[in-house]
C-alpha cells in the first residue's frame, strides 16, 4: 500500500491508515450499538451479542448455502433474529424480569453459550467463506481523485454501517415504538405505568440487536471468514462501550471511531516494536487508560456497574 | 346524629355511619355507583413481608377519595395492588378483592389496567429525563390509536389545564423544576384518557404554592374531565382540603375513614395528623387505646 517517491505520502499514508481505522471502527460502533440498546432497555448487560453476531453470520451462510438467494437468505436470517429476540424476552428475561441484574447477566452469558453451540450444531464447525461481490482492494476513482487507497470493503461497511445507525436514529426519534423505548430505556417503571408493554420494547430491542449483530458479522465474515473467532471480535465493543458510556447512542458511534482509528494507528506506526498483531489488545489498553480519565465514559452520565 | 356529608351524600340510604368498612363496601356495591372497591385486602411482599393486613376502601365514580398515613403505612401498596404494578416489585395481594369498574382485578398486567381506564401516577415524579416536556406526554398516549392529529388535539386539551408545561414543551424534562416535573406526570397520565387516577403523594418536595396550583388543577380535572382519583398523600391537610372522603392507614390497617370534612375537625386527626397537638406525635392505635370516643360520622376500623 505504500508507495514512495512523493513529498506527500508519509502524511497521505497517515490519512489512509486513518480513514480504514475510522471505516473499520463503523463496525464497532454498529456492534456497540447492539450493546447500549439493550442496556438501555433492560440495564443488562448482554454478554450473548458476540455469539449473535456470530450465530447470524453462520446462519445466513447456511441460508445461502441451502439455494436461498442473498435478499431472501438476509431477510430470513433478520426473521430468525427477531424470533430469537422474542425467545430470549419469553423465555429468558420474561421469567427473569423481578431478578436482579447480576441474574439476568448470568443468563445472557448462559444465552450466549447457548446460541454458539446451537449456531455449530445446525451449521457445522469449518470457516465459510463469504463473498458479498466487494474486494478488500483499493477504490480507482478515490486513488485518481485524491490519491488515497481506501479499500471498497471499508468503504462498503462504513456506508452501511451509517446508513443502519442513521435508520435506527430516526426510528428512535420519530416512531411511536422509539418513543417507547427511550421511555422505558429512562424509566422502566414509569413507563410501564403509563401502559407501554415492556415486552414489545424488549422484543424491539432484540430484533434491532440482532439486525445489527447480522450485518456487522456479514462484514467482517467477508474479510476474514464465517468462523468462531467473530464472537471474540465482537467483544471489542467493550472497549467502545468503555469509551462511549454504557448507555449513550452517540457514545458507541464515536467510541468505535476512536477504537477503529487509534488501533490502527497504533498498529502501523507501534506495532512494529512490539512484532506486530497488536491490534487485538490494544483496544483493551486504550479503554484502561480511559477508565483512569472517565471512569463514566465520554457521554454516560452515571458509573456503571461493574460487572 | 350529625348529618353525612361529603361522599354520604350520593347513598342516603347507607345505613347505620358505625357500620364496619368492609360491610360498607358490600352495601355500597349494591346501592351505588362506585368505580374502584377494595376488601378486606392484604399484600405481602417477596412472600413474608406484610405491607397491608386488611384494607378495605371504596371510591365513589366521580369523586377525589385521600388515603393518608405516615411513611410506611401502606398507602403506596394499596395503589399499587390496583394498577398491578406490584407485580414488578415481587408483591402480592393474598387475600381479599379488588374491583374496578365492575371487573375484578386479578390477573391483569399495568399495561391492561391503563387499558380499562385506570393510570397510576407513580410517586417521585418520575418522568422521563431524557424525553422532552411534549414527548413525556406523548408517551402517555401510547396505549391509545391516536392519529398525529388527534395527539395535537389531546395536547391542547392537555395544555388547557397545565399552562405551564406548554411553554416548556421543548424542555428536556429532567432539568424542569420539581413542580413542572409533578405537572408532567400527571398530564402524561391524562394523556391516557383515564376514568380513574391513582395520584400518589403528588404534593411530595413541593413548595406550598406549587401545591396549591397542583392540586387546583387535580380538582379541574375531576370536575371537568369527570376523572375519579385515588389520592394518597403525607400531608392531610391539604388533602383533605381537595377532596371528598378520606381513609387514614397505618401499618397496613385502616384505623378511621369519614367525609373529608368530619376529619378536618375531628380531634384525634387534628392532634395526630395536622399538627396542631401540643404532645409530641403518637400513633392511633395507642390514643384509640387512652380513649374510645363514638364519632357520630366517623368509622374505626
Ligand atoms: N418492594 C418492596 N419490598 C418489600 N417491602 C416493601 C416494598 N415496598 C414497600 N415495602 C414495605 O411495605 C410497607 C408499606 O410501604 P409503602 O411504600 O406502601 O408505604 P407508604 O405509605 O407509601 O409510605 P411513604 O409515605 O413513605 O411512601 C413498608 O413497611 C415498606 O417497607
Ligand atoms: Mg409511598
Redesign the interface.
Known amino acids: 500500500m505504500h508507495i514512495s517517491g512523493w513529498p506527500m505520502t508519509e502524511f497521505l499514508f497517515f490519512i489512509e491508515v486513518v480513514v480504514a481505522g475510522l471505516l473499520a471502527g463503523t463496525m464497532y460502533s454498529l456492534v456497540a450499538l447492539g450493546f447500549v440498546l439493550i442496556y438501555k432497555a433492560s440495564s443488562t448487560f448482554n454478554f450473548a451479542q458476540g455469539a449473535m453476531v456470530f450465530f447470524a453470520v453462520l446462519s445466513f451462510v447456511g441460508f445461502m448455502e441451502l439455494g436461498l438467494p442473498f435478499v431472501l437468505a438476509f431477510f430470513v436470517t433478520i426473521l430468525l433474529m427477531a424470533l430469537l429476540g422474542f425467545a430470549t424476552e419469553r423465555l429468558v428475561l420474561k421469567p427473569l424480569m423481578n431478578q436482579s441484574e447480576d441474574t439476568l447477566l448470568m443468563a445472557t452469558i448462559g444465552l450466549g453459550f447457548v446460541l454458539e453451540g446451537l449456531a455449530q450444531a445446525v451449521w457445522g464447525v469449518e470457516v465459510r467463506r463469504l463473498d458479498l461481490g466487494i474486494g478488500d482492494f483499493p477504490i480507482q476513482w478515490i486513488i485518481d481523485s485524491t490519491g488515497l487507497f481506501i479499500s471498497a470493503l471499508d468503504l462498503t461497511a462504513g456506508l452501511v454501517a451509517a446508513v443502519l445507525i442513521i435508520g435506527l436514529a430516526l426510528i428512535f426519534k420519530y416512531t411511536k415504538m422509539g418513543l417507547g423505548l427511550r421511555a422505558v430505556a429512562d424509566d422502566p417503571g414509569a413507563a410501564s405505568s403509563i401502559g407501554i408493554p415492556l415486552g414489545n420494547i424488549m422484543l424491539l430491542v432484540w430484533t434491532a440487536a440482532g439486525i445489527v449483530a447480522l450485518v456487522a458479522g456479514m462484514m467482517w465474515g467477508a474479510r476474514a471468514g464465517v468462523q468462531f473467532a467473530l464472537v471474540d471480535l465482537a467483544l471489542k465493543a467493550l472497549p467502545v462501550l468503555i469509551i462511549g458510556g454504557f448507555s449513550s447512542i452517540p457514545g458507541a458511534i464515536v467510541g468505535g471511531l476512536i477504537i477503529g482509528a487509534s488501533e490502527k494507528v497504533l498498529e502501523v506506526y507501534v506495532g512494529p516494536y512490539f512484532g506486530g498483531a497488536i491490534e487485538g489488545w490494544a483496544p483493551f489498553v486504550i479503554a484502561i487508560f480511559f477508565l483512569l480519565w472517565r471512569p463514566e465514559g465520554l457521554f454516560g452520565e452515571k458509573i456503571i456497574r461493574r460487572v | 346524629m350529625a348529618p353525612l356529608k361529603g361522599l354520604f351524600d350520593v347513598r342516603p340510604s347507607c345505613g347505620t355511619p358505625n357500620r364496619p368498612a368492609a360491610n360498607t363496601a358490600i352495601f355500597m356495591t349494591t346501592e351505588t355507583d362506585n368505580i374502584l372497591e377494595i376488601d378486606t385486602i392484604e399484600v405481602i411482599y417477596d412472600s413474608v413481608i406484610a405491607a397491608l393486613h386488611d384494607v378495605s376502601l371504596t371510591v365513589p365514580r366521580g369523586k377525589i377519595v385521600a388515603l393518608l398515613g405516615g411513611n410506611g403505612a401502606g398507602k403506596s401498596t394499596t395503589l399499587k395492588a390496583v394498577?398491578t404494578?406490584l407485580?414488578?416489585?415481587?408483591g402480592k395481594v393474598t387475600k381479599g378483592t379488588i374491583t374496578y369498574d365492575g371487573a375484578a382485578v386479578k390477573n391483569q398486567?399495568?399495561?391492561d389496567?391503563?387499558?380499562l381506564g385506570l393510570?397510576?401516577?407513580?410517586e417521585g415524579r418520575?418522568?422521563?429525563?431524557?424525553?422532552t416536556v411534549e414527548?413525556?406526554i406523548?408517551?402517555?398516549a401510547?396505549?391509545r390509536k391516536l392519529s398525529r392529529a388527534d395527539i395535537r388535539n389531546e395536547l391542547e386539551k392537555i395544555y388547557s389545564y397545565f399552562n405551564r408545561l406548554k411553554d416548556r414543551r421543548k424542555s428536556q424534562a429532567g432539568f424542569t423544576s420539581g413542580g413542572e416535573q409533578q405537572m408532567v406526570?400527571v398530564a402524561?397520565?391524562m394523556?391516557?384518557k383515564p376514568k380513574m387516577l391513582l395520584l400518589d403523594e403528588p404534593s411530595m418536595g413541593l413548595a406550598p404554592q406549587l401545591v396549591a396550583e397542583i392540586f387546583n388543577i387535580v380538582n379541574e380535572l375531576n370536575q371537568n374531565e369527570g376523572v375519579s382519583i385515588l389520592l394518597a398523600e403525607q400531608n392531610t391537610n391539604v388533602a383533605l382540603r381537595n377532596a371528598d372522603y378520606g381513609y387514614i392507614i397505618e401499618t397496613g390497617h385502616v384505623m378511621l375513614h369519614g367525609t373529608a370534612e368530619s376529619l378536618l375537625n375531628d380531634e384525634k386527626v387534628k392532634e395526630l395528623y395536622l399538627g396542631i397537638s401540643k404532645e409530641g406525635r403518637k400513633n392511633f392505635r395507642d390514643v384509640l387505646r387512652e380513649e374510645s370516643t363514638d364519632h357520630a360520622d366517623l368509622h374505626h376500623s
Open positions: 394498577s404494578m407485580k414488578g416489585e415481587r398486567d399495568p399495561a389496567m391503563v387499558g393510570v397510576q401516577v407513580l418520575r418522568c422521563f429525563g431524557h424525553l414527548e413525556n406523548i408517551a402517555g401510547y396505549s406526570a402524561r397520565a394523556m391516557a
